[in-house]
């Protein structure tokens, strides 16, 4: 067997995801860590729609949803020694799904049992983490990367292994060494107060499956619900003495505070399974790629935990960057589409470390002695969602004035954040329940349809033969880049062209409505791998121009 063509350095959500998006996409991977045993802890635990709707798309949600629930909508908030809340503050608004959104609301997942799913899917692919396995050096030439890998046996017996890889992607954390090896900026700052945090089994005194929170203007004590049905509970405890912060907390400690805090001695605690000590690091990478090595996730960008971002925007670089850099493995896109991984994620990564730094200084913040002036904010909808992530202004989007003119704004979408509400080149593609296939009767959401490894080239409009010449030109693409899928309106269930392989009749009607597109005129969508519209065009010529800018031809 050859050698795997990439390796990956960190096996958290980032790798993990990467790994997966890859291995789909028919290239070899290799995934380290250098842990020797996986690690545990609720850590990132709020899995948002945006990476619902990646999930789904890559098949992997079932496996997901099954280790946690929907994130509670409320936080109780109680004074001192009150056992009744005496308030109950807004974390996000349920919402209920849509067609075109079928996953609204942000979902808890301890992020240990998240890993454990997502490898458990990646070992369906014949793939398993290489535990024990820390990368030292690398060094890279024009066309292929060295590692040092060392390797520590359950012994503690070290051995070096040095592999030639065709690239090499850290994701390896906030620290990474690869950021380092690479010699990539880390720019940011560095808050200088510390939050004590862990998961302590919660025995008596407060419902687990809910948040508690108990705030003063120099200290703040949270429990949270961990999203698995037993007693443990996630504490967040800001404010602690400066000689003892920079130390983890002891669950002696904790207890100790958690009492003069709040007062409530009739909350008995059990074992303290993880603990942990967090100082806010709010940075990014000034550059994701350095020739063969690319960053991904933690390594390339970190940030106060409030608003639950940093695991989604690792797993959503691992989808960016997945796609492209199969095109490129494979001989079917030229390099300088991976240039385009940087410009798309920076500008992303860089709003949203805004908005989360405001949101943790409007909560978690507490600086011991210090005053609290704004009101705590803990609102975590709009934006924290991610779905009006958009690549705008990237040079492989495209969109032609008259498709725009076509679509019309649908009535059935809600509007999203900052998003548009109707169809738009560089956002998300929504989703459509309701497709029939042709032939065979299956009925189909278009996130099924959608791959993480080919483009979806979603040809509307009525009959007329139009798309057949868009059908043609995707076809002659190089192999597995793109799939044409010709959607007919409802009630139309015949397709007399021959060259349309996949043909579905949108039988709900929720596509065309969704998309906000015609039914009588031609109207493309492309769907690039990551769920994201590449192109929104009204021809052939767009199509073609398109994949001039993707594939190799
Ligand atoms: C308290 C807390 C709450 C959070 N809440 C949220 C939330 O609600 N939502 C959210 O999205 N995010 C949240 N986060 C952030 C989230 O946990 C991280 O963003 C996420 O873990 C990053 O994933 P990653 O895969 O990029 O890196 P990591 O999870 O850090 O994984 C990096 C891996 O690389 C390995 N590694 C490091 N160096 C090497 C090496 N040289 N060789 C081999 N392996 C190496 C490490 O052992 C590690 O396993 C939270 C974080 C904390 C601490
Ligand atoms: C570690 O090395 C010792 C001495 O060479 C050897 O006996 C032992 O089997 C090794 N451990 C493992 C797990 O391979
Ligand atoms: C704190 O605990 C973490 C594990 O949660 C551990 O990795 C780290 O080394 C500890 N730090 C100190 C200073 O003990
Ligand atoms: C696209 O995303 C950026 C943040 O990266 C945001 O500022 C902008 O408003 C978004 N564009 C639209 C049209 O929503």
């Given at each position: 067997?050859?050698?795997p063509?990439?390796?990956i350095?960190?096996?958290g959500p980032?790798?993990l995801?990467?790994?997966l998006v890859?291995?789909?996409?028919g290239?070899s991977?290799?995934?380290?860590?250098?842990?020797?045993?996986h690690r545990?802890?609720?850590?990132g635990?709020?899995?948002?729609?945006r990476t619902?709707?990646?999930?789904?798309?890559?098949?992997v949600?079932?496996?997901?949803?099954?280790?946690?629930e929907?994130?509670?909508?409320?936080?109780?908030?109680?004074?001192?020694g009150?056992?009744?809340p005496?308030?109950?503050?807004?974390?996000a608004?349920?919402?209920?799904?849509?067609p075109?959104t079928?996953?609204?609301n942000?979902?808890f997942?301890r992020?240990?049992?998240?890993e454990?799913a997502?490898?458990?899917?990646?070992?369906?692919?014949g793939?398993?983490v290489?535990?024990g396995?820390e990368l030292?050096s690398?060094e890279?030439?024009p066309d292929h990367?060295?590692a040092?890998?060392?390797?520590t046996?359950?012994d503690g017996?070290?051995?070096?292994e040095t592999?030639k890889?065709?690239?090499?992607v850290?994701?390896?954390g906030?620290h990474?060494?690869?950021r380092k090896?690479?010699?990539?900026?880390?720019l940011?700052?560095?808050?200088p107060?510390y939050?004590?945090?862990?998961?302590?089994v919660?025995?008596?005194?407060?419902?687990?499956?809910?948040?508690?929170?108990w705030?003063?203007?120099?200290?703040?004590?949270?429990?949270r619900?961990?999203?698995?049905?037993?007693?443990t509970?996630?504490?967040f405890y800001?404010?602690?003495?400066?000689?003892l912060?920079k130390q983890n907390?002891t669950r002696?400690?904790f207890?100790e505070?958690?009492y003069?805090?709040?007062g409530?001695?009739?909350?008995?605690f059990?074992?303290?399974p993880?603990?942990s000590?967090?100082?806010a690091?709010?940075?990014?990478?000034d550059n994701?790629?350095v020739?063969?090595?690319?960053?991904?996730?933690?390594?390339?960008?970190?940030?106060?935990p409030?608003?639950?971002?940093?695991l989604?925007?690792g797993?959503?670089?691992?989808?960016?960057l997945?796609?492209?850099?199969?095109?490129?493995q494979?001989?079917l896109?030229?390099?300088?589409?991976?240039a385009?991984?940087?410009k798309?994620?920076l500008?992303?990564?860089?709003?949203?470390?805004?908005?989360?730094t405001?949101?943790y200084?409007?909560?978690?913040d507490?600086?011991?002695?210090?005053?609290?002036?704004?009101?705590?904010s803990?609102?975590?909808?709009?934006?924290?969602q991610?779905l009006g992530?958009?690549?705008s202004g990237?040079?492989?989007?495209l969109?032609?004035?008259?498709?725009?003119?076509?679509i019309?704004t649908p009535?059935?979408?809600?509007?999203i954040?900052?998003?548009?509400?109707s169809?738009?080149?560089?956002?998300?593609?929504?989703?459509?329940?309701?497709?029939?296939l042709?032939?065979?009767?299956?009925?189909?959401?278009l996130f099924?349809i959608?791959?993480?490894?080919a483009?979806?080239?979603l040809?509307?409009?009525?009959?007329a033969g139009?798309?057949?010449?868009v059908?043609?030109?995707?076809e002659k693409l190089?192999?597995?880049?793109?799939?044409?899928v010709?959607?007919?309106?409802?009630?139309e269930?015949?397709c007399s062209?021959?060259?349309?392989?996949t043909?579905f009749e949108?039988r709900a009607?929720?596509?065309?409505?969704?998309?906000?597109?015609?039914f009588?005129?031609?109207?493309?969508?492309?769907?690039r791998p990551?769920?994201v519209v590449g192109?929104?065009v009204s021809?052939a010529?767009?199509v073609?121009r398109?994949?001039t800018?993707?594939?190799?031809?």
């Amino acid at each position: 067997m050859a050698d795997p063509s990439v390796l990956i350095v960190g096996a958290g959500p980032s790798g993990l995801v990467l790994a997966l998006v890859l291995l789909e996409n028919g290239v070899s991977v290799r995934i380290i860590d250098k842990e020797p045993a996986h690690r545990p802890g609720t850590r990132g635990a709020g899995v948002q729609p945006r990476t619902l709707e990646l999930y789904d798309i890559l098949d992997v949600l079932p496996g997901i949803q099954e280790v946690g629930e929907p994130m509670r909508p409320l936080i109780a908030r109680y004074e001192r020694g009150e056992i009744e809340p005496t308030a109950f503050v807004t974390v996000a608004e349920i919402v209920q799904p849509t067609p075109d959104t079928p996953h609204p609301n942000t979902y808890f997942v301890r992020q240990d049992g998240h890993e454990a799913a997502l490898r458990s899917y990646l070992e369906k692919l014949g793939c398993s983490v290489e535990l024990g396995s820390e990368l030292r050096s690398l060094e890279q030439s024009p066309d292929h990367v060295v590692a040092v890998i060392e390797k520590t046996d359950s012994d503690g017996n070290k051995t070096e292994e040095t592999t030639k890889f065709d690239w090499l992607v850290g994701t390896d954390g906030a620290h990474s060494v690869v950021r380092k090896l690479i010699g990539v900026n880390y720019l940011g700052e560095t808050k200088p107060t510390y939050i004590a945090l862990g998961d302590v089994v919660v025995e008596a005194g407060v419902d687990p499956a809910l948040w508690h929170l108990w705030e003063q203007p120099s200290t703040f004590m949270m429990l949270r619900a961990s999203g698995v049905e037993d007693r443990t509970m996630t504490f967040f405890y800001s404010g602690r003495p400066e000689h003892l912060a920079k130390q983890n907390i002891t669950r002696e400690e904790f207890v100790e505070k958690f009492y003069e805090i709040t007062g409530r001695h009739d909350v008995k605690f059990g074992a303290t399974p993880w603990l942990s000590n967090y100082r806010a690091n709010i940075r990014m990478a000034d550059n994701l790629q350095v020739g063969r090595v690319f960053l991904a996730g933690d390594a390339a960008h970190c940030h106060s935990p409030t608003g639950g971002q940093g695991l989604n925007s690792g797993v959503q670089d691992a989808v960016n960057l997945g796609w492209k850099l199969a095109l490129v493995q494979k001989g079917l896109a030229s390099q300088s589409i991976l240039a385009t991984y940087t410009k798309e994620r920076l500008r992303i990564i860089a709003h949203m470390l805004k908005f989360t730094t405001e949101l943790y200084k409007a909560s978690l913040d507490r600086i011991p002695g210090g005053q609290k002036t704004e009101d705590a904010s803990w609102d975590r909808s709009g934006d924290v969602q991610m779905l009006g992530v958009n690549y705008s202004g990237s040079a492989i989007i495209l969109q032609d004035a008259e498709a725009v003119a076509r679509i019309q704004t649908p009535y059935s979408r809600r509007p999203i954040e900052s998003g548009p509400v109707s169809v738009q080149a560089a956002f998300r593609a929504p989703d459509a329940p309701g497709l029939v296939l042709t032939g065979s009767g299956d009925v189909k959401t278009l996130f099924s349809i959608f791959s993480v490894a080919a483009h979806t080239v979603l040809i509307f409009g009525s009959e007329a033969g139009c798309g057949d010449r868009v059908a043609e030109i995707v076809e002659k693409l190089p192999q597995r880049v793109a799939r044409a899928v010709r959607i007919l309106p409802q009630g139309e269930t015949a397709c007399s062209s021959s060259s349309c392989e996949t043909v579905f009749e949108d039988r709900a009607g929720h596509a065309y409505t969704g998309y906000g597109v015609p039914f009588d005129k031609l109207t493309i969508v492309v769907v690039r791998p990551d769920g994201v519209v590449g192109a929104v065009v009204s021809g052939a010529e767009g199509v073609e121009r398109y994949f001039t800018n993707i594939a190799q031809v």
